[in-house]
């Protein structure tokens, strides 16, 4: 902590010395640098702002350690809005009351009880309560997990206690739960960090990742597992985080429920919902307020007897009579037709693995023959080529499944708008997945058995493969940014930027 706060720095020479904190970094932190990494952020705003560390501290948990938000606060709206939003007053005052400690007791405003003024402290706001009664609410709100802002106790008064003192109240009369204290002001800067998540690898690894300036990207850390920063799913671009949300909870229920939806309920001719009918008469009226035959699915009208549907008959066999049945079986078809393509090139993503061992006993056998060859790095580059693309392929099913479907975007386009747009989508889906096919029967022939011409032409067409999926793949996403999720109105739908090299891996923070 600094011992005392240097002068205030010019507007401009912060403006200055911010700009060089703008590199878009991705980072590991681990338990060990944990630390290091939150007075690496603590030591650039006490440097700009001129600030003790207790004071840098609180300023950024509120702003959830968000530097940029802070730097904004202070340009467009100035330092005195800045603190005071934060609860942060940077007069200091001793600890003791301001009234001399010779001149006798002071009366504590929370308990009423003369006490000597050595028995009191005072926080940077001025407010001044006995020793006790301060222990007292730090112990409350540290017990409550709500330590990382203890404000003042007196009325309406919002600043932030100063850590120092809260730490060594607590600590004279419980020196674990100032410890806690003192973890929780740590962990804070993860928990109430929007670019610091942990890595949601299950068992736990225990890392956590921190990213700059954008949180919509995919990161990998360094035990091997790709996800969201957003959402912290898997990785799952070129669908968007609510997307990719709502198809795995279709997935999951698809399989168990259908069967049973099929058996059990009948579609209501208006809204297409699934009705379940318990018991009662063949007159069935759906929660949108439509009745209708239980026997034939026809819409009717309310009025009925014991024995009949007013001015409806179903006893006779109608042209139309299995147009509701066949509605809910074309929203079933639908599902099942995105959902099964989706799921062979997950598969194939699988089966990959091992192709990738396989690869790698090939250019052991290239590397150690007669003939043996410098250059290999096009089966690797291929084989990342493939893995990518595949994914991409396996996701852009649920992705169009939204996309064109009625769940999401039904008031966004016209039928005929969402057609082309369609077809626009569809025609490069399937060049793509054409060329990917190319390339992986390419990585999986023989060419280890091959002569040295043929494993060169084989490079070759590698090579070659791998730049033209490459370029599909961010064509595909560059439609799928620009010309389907850009042009509407609901912002929520933002995907993590396409990388030709895959998801970038975290470094570890020095």
Known sequence: MNASCPSRQSH????????????????????????????????????????????????????RWDIDKVFTVFVEKGEEWLFKEAGLTVEEHNDLS???SSS??????????????NGTTTMDCGHCFCNNCWTEHFIVMINEGQSRRIRCMAHKCNTICDEGKIRNLVCARHPNLAEKFDRFLLQSYIDDNKMVKWCPSVPQCGNAIR????????????????????????????????????????????????????????????????????????LVLCVCGQPFCWLCGAATRGAHTWDSIDGHRCDRYGKDQN????CAKTYLWRFMHYHNRYKVHEDSLKAEVHLKEKMNMKISKLE?????????????????????????????????????GHELFQNEMTEEEKEIKKNLFEDQQQQMEA?????????????????????????????YLSIVVDNLCR????????????????AIHIIAPYKSTGVPKASKLA
């Open 12 to 63: 401009d020479q912060i403006t200055s010395e911010f700009a060089t904190f703008s590199d878009c970094l991705i980072k590991i932190i681990t338990e060990d640098s944990l630390l290091a990494a939150q007075m690496d952020d603590l030591q650039r705003v006490m440097d700009l702002l001129s600030l003790k560390e207790q004071h840098a501290r609180t300023l950024l948990i509120h702003y």
């Open 323 to 326: 147009k509701n049945l066949e």
């Open 475 to 490: 064509t595909l996403y560059e439609c799928i940014e620009n010309d389907l999720l850009g042009p509407l109105q609901q």
């Open 211 to 282: 990213v700059d300036n954008d949180k919509y990207c995919e990161v990998e850390c360094d035990c091997g597992m790709q996800f969201c920063f957003s959402c912290l799913s898997e990785a799952h671009s070129p669908c968007s985080c609510l997307m990719w949300d709502l198809w795995m909870r279709k997935c999951q229920k698809e399989h168990e429920t259908v069967n049973w939806i099929t058996v059990h309920t009948k579609s209501c001719p208006k809204c297409h919902k699934p009705v379940e009918k318990s018991g009662g008469c063949n």
């Open 104 to 117: 006798g007791d002071i009366m504590c405003d929370i308990c009423m009880e003369d006490i000597p003024a």
């Open 368 to 404: 150690t023959g007669e003939s043996a060859y410098q250059d290999l790095s096009w089966v690797e580059n291929g084989l990342s080529t493939l893995s990518r693309s595949r994914r991409f392929l396996s996701y852009s099913y649920p992705f169009a499944y939204y996309m064109f």
């Open 435 to 463: 060329y990917v096919e190319k390339l992986s029967m390419v990585l999986e022939e023989p060419f280890e058995a091959y002569d040295k011409d043929k494993v060169k032409e084989t490079g070759m067409k590698v090579i």
């Open 98 to 100: 301001p009234v001399d």
